[in-house]
């Protein structure tokens, strides 16, 4: 008995901290903080989306405005790639360069479509296609 409510306990702390996607580190802020309060820390963003964001997606967006590097690891659909998409619009808006790796061709090409249609100066390379590379 005692053995499971300690099973247990140990279930819980593990998928509380499955569920935790940022870590602030020297800084004040909470995630949840940042979640709460996303619109009146980052008032102007460089870009916006045409959907709700989530609390990962938020608290990344206000490191990358911050000029934190961040790391987002989340399971497959969950939205990593909108974090990417903020980072590449504020880089370009900068006149930086910025470099988008993606472990398929097949989204790779599907971010060059979408970024020359948001008319962002764009290349692509991959191992047998090579579009406007510098």
Request: hydrophobic share 30%; aromatic share 10%.
């Amino acid at each position: 008995n005692e053995q499971q409510r300690a099973a247990t306990s140990s279930n819980e702390q593990q998928q509380q901290q499955k569920t935790t996607y940022a870590r602030f580190v020297n800084d004040r802020t909470t995630p949840s903080y940042v979640s709460e309060h996303f619109d009146e820390l980052v008032p102007s963003p460089i870009t916006t989306f045409p959907f709700p964001l989530d609390h990962f997606q938020k608290e990344a967006i206000y490191c990358i405005e911050k000029h934190r590097h961040i790391f987002v690891g989340a399971h497959t659909g969950s939205g990593k790639t909108v974090v990417a998409e903020y980072a590449v619009a504020m880089s370009l808006s900068r006149n930086a360069r910025c470099i988008y790796t993606s472990p398929i061709k097949t989204l790779s090409n599907q971010k060059y479509g979408e970024f020359k249609a948001k008319g962002y100066d764009v290349g692509l390379l991959t191992g047998d296609l090579s579009l406007n590379p510098n």
